[in-house]
Nanobody, 123 residues
């Protein structure tokens, strides 16, 4: 199986920056994409940013120009650089990957999730 561990969350003032990291480990044959989602209190989980195996990225409109997603394939790690943070960026940030684990015969890809890391932006 595939495990994801996030790090880098914390408390920051509005206008500040944070960098989140997520490492994927386990029995991984290939990773198709990695991404970051967030869930604010009382709201549904939403996509923040995603990067595919080919390097294609997409962002939520609310973070374009402020957040940057990047990936180190050799380390199975994805990063989220968050600048100019706003109070509305507060929430639990979850790392996700669509990956194919090792297995006998054909193994379809699946989505895996980390436990989440809290980001709190004070205004």
């Amino acid at each position: 199986q595939v495990q994801l561990v996030e790090s880098g969350g914390g408390l920051v003032q509005a206008g500040g920056s944070l960098r989140l990291s997520c490492v994927a480990s386990g029995s991984i044959f290939t990773i198709n994409a990695m991404g970051w989602y967030r869930q604010a209190p009382g709201k549904q989980r939403e996509l923040v940013a995603r990067i595919t195996n080919s390097g294609t990225t997409n962002y939520a409109d609310s973070v374009k120009g402020r957040f940057t997603i990047s990936r180190d394939k050799a380390k199975n790690t994805v990063y989220l650089q968050m600048n100019s943070l706003k109070a509305e960026d507060t929430g639990v940030y979850y790392c996700s990957t669509n990956a194919v684990p090792y297995g006998l015969g054909y193994v379809p890809s699946s989505d895996y999730w980390g436990q989440g890391t809290q980001v709190t932006v004070s205004s």
